[in-house]
């Protein structure tokens, strides 16, 4: 893997130098273009995703428009505050590993990140911006632009948000509950999502479970600790135990998931068992990541 920068080969160097000069030029047409109209220069977005490494210079870019930007390049998929997407921002940095870069571009708020669970190596799936901002989730993926402000949503077959709440809990078909569940995630963390998902955790067919947690891991939906302890102990899926466990830990303060994670290390099943062991390590300060 080779980095542009200082001791790069030559033919990295090379490309650094047009890059820059291309940029340049970029920039100082944008701004002879302001200087000869009124207001502010246009906004400048560059960024570059190569060899898990992240290069940007941007000047006054909406974020919505860096991480869309971000998304489609990388692969992975943002979910956001709405209030936050139209902020500005302004850097500029080379060769950075993406996670580092992911940093640079979020200072000031606080994020986590969730790897793709069978990468090799590890590969950034996703970012969850937690705080810093208010408003219904904006999902961005690398196919997907945000949503626009104030439109009124609606599912595929134009059913409203207190529709698809019903059928996500009420309907006595499983596969309309999974697709309800699938279509509340456009309306982010809406009170209404929040209680028909955490309901969904506890449904009876496994299906529908996993599609409910999918949501709370993909979506960023905030429900009750409760919800997701009772799925990561109790819940006849091995697999969905395991997940849950894994989101129950993400979302807890390490003093307070210590009893979970030992009952969790006596799970019948060794994959829950080995997952439980190792954050166990975590929480007791034995190493960084299970």
């Known amino acids: 893997m080779s980095k542009i920068g200082k001791g790069a080969p030559i033919g990295a160097r090379i490309f650094e130098l047009f890059l820059t000069a291309v940029m340049s030029l970029s920039l100082g047409v944008a701004q002879a273009g302001s200087a000869e109209g009124a207001g502010s220069p246009a906004p400048d977005l560059f960024l570059s995703f190569k060899d898990n490494t992240l290069s940007v210079k941007i000047e006054r870019a909406p974020l919505a428009e860096?991480?869309?930007?971000?998304?489609r390049q990388a692969r992975l998929e943002v979910s956001v505050a709405s209030s936050l997407t139209q902020e500005q921002v302004s850097l500029s940095f080379d060769g950075l590993p993406l996670e580092q870069g992911i940093a640079r571009i979020l200072t000031g708020k606080n994020y986590t990140l969730r790897y793709?669970?069978?990468?090799?190596?590890?590969?950034?799936?996703?970012?969850?911006?937690i705080s810093g901002g208010s408003g219904p989730i904006a999902r961005i993926g690398p196919e997907v632009a945000p949503p626009s402000k104030g439109s009124e949503l609606r599912s595929p077959d134009g059913k409203s948000l207190d529709e698809l709440s019903r059928d996500a809990t009420q309907s006595p078909d499983p596969k309309a509950r999974i697709n309800a569940l699938k279509s509340l995630g456009q309306w982010g963390d809406e009170e209404k999502v929040q209680a028909a998902v955490a309901s969904a955790m506890g449904d009876q067919d496994g299906e529908v479970r996993g599609t409910a947690l999918a949501s709370v891991q993909g979506g960023g939906v905030s429900i009750p600790l409760e919800a997701l302890t009772d799925m990561a102990l109790k819940d006849a899926s091995p697999k969905l135990r395991l997940h849950a466990l894994d989101e129950l830990v993400e979302r807890s303060e390490p003093g307070k998931i210590v009893e979970q994670l030992k009952q969790a290390a006596d799970d019948p099943d060794p994959h829950v068992q080995a997952l439980a062991q190792r954050w166990l390590r975590r929480v007791e300060g034995q190493q960084v990541r299970p």
């Open 116 to 129: 793709a669970p069978e990468a090799v190596p590890p590969r950034v799936a996703e970012i969850r911006v």
């Open 66 to 71: 860096v991480l869309q930007e971000l998304a």
